[in-house]
């Protein structure tokens, strides 16, 4: 029988550290951006600048697992971080690749025009890079980080259903694992040995 594994999800607070303790802009920016959204790798590379729509606070998606396109909303937070930037950076199409001019040495591909250094053994590196400067023990991945994003917004409340969309999942199924590590606050799990201790503490 197929083995059924539970994801690594990080806390709140590991997210925050990954954040806090990233100063390379162009990581942080894509480590905001695929835990604000809940992208896939494939997804945050080929985010283009001009998908990013700061008036409405929304990020578009282009053709992504199933050849679906997706608005996804973005945080207060991160649009500020990603005009600081975009202002530093200019990058002229996708979102993370290299502005062309000064350059020098620039490794780009002309398939895609995303720079070499981000494919996806680069966007690996710089979220497993992060998670090792914020010290956590945990195994992080990209695909770390979209499973976070969805048990967070599980445990403050949103729907599965909605979950399932902001995920683009194709089932409901699939999603629906969420629900086995959320600590929500309905159901918040307990050991039985607390309650012993407690009720031992009041005799």
Avoid: C
Wanted: proline fraction near 2%; avoid cysteine; aromatic fraction near 6%.
């Amino acid at each position: 029988r197929r083995e059924k594994k539970l994801p690594v999800v990080l806390s709140v607070e590991e997210v925050q550290r990954m954040i806090l303790s990233t100063k390379n802009l162009k990581h942080r920016a894509l480590i905001m951006l695929v835990y604000s959204a809940g992208l896939r790798r494939q997804e945050a590379q080929m985010i283009k600048a001009a998908d990013i729509d700061s008036s409405r606070m929304q990020v578009r998606v282009v053709q992504g697992k199933g050849k679906k396109d997706r608005y996804l909303p973005l945080s207060e937070h991160l649009i500020r971080g990603l005009k600081k930037y975009i202002e530093a950076e200019k990058p002229e199409n996708y979102l993370f690749g290299m502005p062309r001019e000064g350059r020098a040495g620039a490794s780009t591909s002309l398939s895609t025009g995303f720079d070499s250094r981000y494919s996806q053994r680069g966007v690996q590196w710089a979220v497993k890079q992060a998670s090792k400067t914020a010290k956590i023990l945990k195994e992080v991945s990209v695909h770390t980080l979209r499973h976070s994003f969805a048990t967070h917004l599980l445990e403050d409340g949103m729907d599965i259903l909605s979950i399932k969309n902001l995920l683009g999942h194709e089932s409901i199924d699939t999603t629906l694992i969420y629900l086995q590590i959320a600590q929500l606050s309905t159901q918040k799990l307990f050991s039985p040995l607390d309650t012993l201790f407690s009720e031992f503490g009041k005799k």
